[in-house]
């Protein structure tokens, strides 16, 4: 730009510094300059604007895209902790249905083992009772030895059923620690089930967004896909591995009660046909001692009358003797001739000789009837004392078949039905109510 000279008159008459002045040259290269400018500013701007609608355009639809996509995800997450949710929700219900089930089993087990209590008192009250009887007829019977065998037979299914209630116990332990588990996990489930569902219900326009301070950042104990899947899987599989022990348990408490009922009723059977059958015996023999002890007491009055008679016929033939001894006596005071040997004198002699053969045979054979009726009396007696003695252990035979009755009138209630009691939870409560809100969730 060139500087245009200015005149002295024009220089006195100005005051102030003239303004530069511009060839049109350069006017016209200024304008020029600017058009261009303007141009390329705006070819400038609007490639801009375009990039701009363009990033719009890319950036409204990605963002749309990854908005769908994450609520996709999201949804089927949603899906997945709901599936997994039911699965633990059937499996608790399921445990709970079975600790209910082991507490009756368990429960009917200890009524087993209680009702156990009155047959053991029994058998040792009967072996109490045949205790009391005396002489040879504290024998050792069949039935002390059914006895004996019956009182080793409940002491070994007392074992046997406790042995049963402690395992129920220890696997209604693992059934509990087994529902606590699936108890947190599905708590967990819900939990992060209605976060989930939370999330995918919020918008851009909802109220309660905002930006997070490192939002992005990764929360310490965070698992990955592949654990969180294991973790549930174990405590289902563990949960069924325990129902399944539970269950068979169960089965095996159920035959055991069965087949040791069965061996207390073939023995108690046993005991009772035993015990019948001595006392048949006892009723034999007392029958038979009383129809003996009768025939000797008739027998002993046919013998004090049989000793009476020899009696009479011993002083008949002393009398007689003594008859003949005053007449072989008297004929002695004949005199001279007359003092005859004659056939009265023989016949005299001779009847003396027969009286007194008579009379020592009489006495020989009343020693003998009184000696045989003091036999009769002392083994009558012997009869009457065993008798009694037959009597007290028929007695307490009988007395043992009746304490016996105990046992089968309390059998018919060892197999009662037991009241359901509902069983309480991990949590405390007789019901799932986790499950609460699980009919208000919407995919």
């Given at each position: 730009m060139r500087e245009v000279p200015k005149s002295p008159l024009f220089r006195s008459r100005m005051s102030w510094k003239p303004s530069p002045r511009f060839e049109v040259s350069e006017?016209?290269?200024?304008?020029?300059?600017?058009?261009?400018?303007?141009?390329?500013?705006?070819?400038?701007?609007?490639?801009?604007?375009q990039e701009g609608q363009t990033l719009r355009n890319e950036t409204h639809f990605k963002t749309v895209?990854?908005?769908?996509?994450?609520?996709?995800?999201?949804?089927?997450?949603?899906w997945d902790v709901a599936r997994w949710r039911d699965a633990l929700e059937r499996c608790a219900q399921r445990v709970d249905e079975e600790m209910?089930?082991?507490?009756?089993?368990?429960?009917?087990?200890?009524?087993?083992?209680?009702?156990?209590?009155?047959?053991?008192?029994?058998?040792?009250?009967?072996?109490?009772?045949?205790?009391?009887?005396?002489?040879?007829?504290?024998?050792?019977?069949?039935?002390?030895?059914?006895?004996?065998?019956?009182?080793?037979?409940?002491?070994?299914v007392?074992?046997?059923?406790?042995?049963?209630?402690?395992?129920?116990?220890?696997?209604l332990c693992v059934l509990q620690e087994v529902r606590q588990k699936l108890?947190?996990?599905l708590q967990n489930k819900m939990e992060a089930l209605n976060i989930d569902m939370s999330c995918l219900s919020l918008t851009v326009k909802s109220p309660d967004i905002s930006l997070k301070t490192n939002p992005t950042r990764i929360?310490?104990?965070?698992?990955?896909?592949?654990?969180?899947?294991?973790?549930?899987?174990?405590?289902?599989?563990?949960?069924?591995?325990?129902?399944?022990?539970?269950?068979?348990?169960?089965?095996?408490?159920?035959?055991?009660?069965?087949?040791?009922?069965n061996e207390l009723d073939v023995q108690r059977r046993a005991t009772e046909?035993?015990?019948?059958?001595?006392?048949?015996?006892?009723?034999?023999?007392?029958?038979?001692?009383?129809?003996?002890?009768?025939?000797?007491?008739?027998?002993?009055?046919?013998?004090?009358?049989?000793?009476?008679?020899?009696?009479?016929?011993?002083?008949?033939?002393t009398a007689s003797l003594k008859l003949a001894h005053t007449r072989l006596e008297t004929r002695t005071q004949r005199s001279s001739v007359d003092l005859c040997r004659d056939q009265v004198q023989h016949s005299l002699l001779a009847e003396v000789q027969q009286l007194e053969a008579t009379i020592q045979a009489l006495k020989q054979k009343l020693s003998e009837a009184q000696h045989?009726?003091?036999?009769?009396?002392?083994?009558?007696?012997?009869?009457?004392?065993?008798?009694?003695?037959?009597?007290?252990?028929?007695?307490?035979?009988?007395?043992?078949?009746?304490?016996?009755?105990?046992?089968?009138?309390?059998?018919?209630?060892e197999e009662a039905a037991v009241p359901m009691v509902p069983l309480m939870n991990s949590s405390g409560r007789s019901d799932l109510e986790l499950l609460a809100n699980s009919q208000q969730l919407t995919y």
């Open positions: 006017w016209r290269r200024n304008n020029q300059q600017l058009f261009d400018a303007a141009q390329q500013e705006r070819h400038l701007s609007q490639e801009v604007r895209l990854d908005e769908r996509d994450t609520s996709g995800r999201l949804s089927d997450r949603i209910e089930a082991l507490t009756l089993s368990k429960e009917q087990s200890e009524l087993a083992l209680a009702a156990t209590a009155v047959p053991l008192e029994v058998s040792h009250e009967c072996l109490t009772l045949r205790e009391g009887r005396r002489g040879h007829d504290l024998v050792r019977d069949p039935v002390e030895e059914q006895l004996q065998k019956e009182v080793e037979l409940i002491e070994e007392q074992q046997r059923l406790q042995k049963n209630i402690d395992g129920a116990f220890e696997q108890t947190s996990d929360p310490s104990g965070s698992s990955n896909p592949q654990e969180w899947l294991q973790f549930s899987q174990y405590n289902v599989a563990r949960a069924n591995e325990a129902l399944s022990v539970s269950q068979q348990t169960r089965v095996d408490m159920r035959l055991s009660r069965a087949q040791l009922r046909f035993a015990l019948r059958k001595r006392i048949h015996q006892e009723e034999q023999a007392q029958d038979e001692l009383q129809w003996q002890i009768k025939k000797t007491q008739e027998e002993m009055a046919e013998m004090e009358n049989d000793i009476r008679g020899l009696d009479a016929d011993l002083q008949a033939k045989s009726l003091q036999k009769l009396k002392l083994h009558h007696t012997r009869m009457q004392f065993d008798l009694s003695r037959k009597q007290e252990a028929l007695s307490l035979e009988n007395r043992s078949m009746n304490t016996r009755t105990r046992i089968t009138s309390s059998s018919g209630t």
